[in-house]
């Protein structure tokens, strides 16, 4: 089995439902918080390494750290191979900022993009925009009801009962 394997099966066995699954998930949130932190605080450093390397960097357990790359490969300008990593492979943690940020807010992680170190990476006025564009992108718009009596949407000039909302 692969290391990514390896966490989901690991992680998607703690049920957020129970103290321990809490317990858990809290425990990854709060390292991967610390590692956010240093990495947007040192945007211009280019960070790479083994995974091993890595984990070890961030004093993170490999598997945790395995957890860390899965969430942040969509925002890297060039992604890692995490489907068949192993502790040995090179990876790099060059980001978008953009999309990272965009990609935190799509996850509900407040405590992602909420951190601090944003303010230094992003205007608040681009971050607000990146928010509302990413929310916005969630959002179902249904078009306007059609009543019985309106002409109908096919351009037939009939009502909409006499022309398509005939029940056929």
Known sequence: MSLLTD?????????DRTR????????YFNQEKAVYEQILATPEEPVSGTVAELAQKYNMDLTYFVGFLDGINDSLKNPN???????????????DKEKLYYNM?????????????WSDLLTSE???????????????????????????????GKKYKKCCGRNN
């Open 126 to 156: 681009r971050r607000k925009e990146l928010y509302k564009e990413q929310r916005s992108s969630t959002t179902v718009v249904k078009p306007p009801k059609i009543g019985r009596n309106d002409p109908c949407p096919c351009g037939s």
């Open 7 to 15: 966490w989901r099966e690991f992680a998607y066995s703690h049920d």
């Open 81 to 95: 191979p995490i489907e068949d990593m192993d502790a040995n492979t090179v990876v790099s943690l060059d980001y």
């Open 20 to 27: 321990e699954g809490q317990e858990f998930w809290i425990g």
């Open 105 to 117: 807010v799509a996850a509900k992680a407040d405590w992602l993009y909420g951190l601090e170190q």
